[in-house]
């Protein structure tokens, strides 16, 4: 199981000393207990892939901002942990890869334009789930129906 994994890697990152690392699969593990306890449940991977992806969505958000401030030191601290989460979570998608399967979600509901966005956002977001971020889903399906 996937957290089991990550529990063994922090383990293994405290052992050598992986300061980075040990930061972030701590928050990681932190993420998942909360979740635990807000479910009132043990977490399968399903819900360790929602709390990553969670944790990458905020390290992207705090990489534009402080890249808007431009503070370099905390962009480039963010895309190691970024970059440490990814390990995680599924191979993603790439933005061809989304488009191609928006277009067949657009056929299947039989959306003709940018007001039915809500029906194909609806079908697409549980089949890309983890596999890709929220963001460019939108925007892959924006530029789809406006193009109708």
């Not at 890309?128 to 530029?143: F, R």
């Amino acid at each position: 199981m996937l957290k089991e994994r990550i529990s063994a890697d922090l383990r293994q990152a405290q052992k050598s000393g992986d300061k980075a690392r040990m930061t972030v699969l701590r928050l990681v593990v932190a993420g998942i207990k909360n979740a635990e306890i807000d479910k009132r449940a043990v977490l399968d991977d399903a819900g360790v892939i929602e709390v990553l992806t969670r944790e990458a969505k905020q390290h992207r958000e705090s990489i534009t901002e402080f890249a808007k401030g431009k503070r370099q030191d905390l962009v480039d601290r963010n895309e190691e942990e970024l970059a440490i989460l990814m390990e995680y979570l599924p191979q993603q998608m790439s933005r061809e890869e989304i488009r191609s399967l928006a277009r067949q979600v657009i056929e299947q509901v039989g959306a003709r334009g940018p007001a039915e966005k809500g029906k194909v956002m609806g079908q697409l977001m549980p089949q890309v789930k983890g596999k890709a971020d929220g963001q460019v889903v939108n925007e892959a399906v924006t530029e789809l129906l406006a193009g109708m």
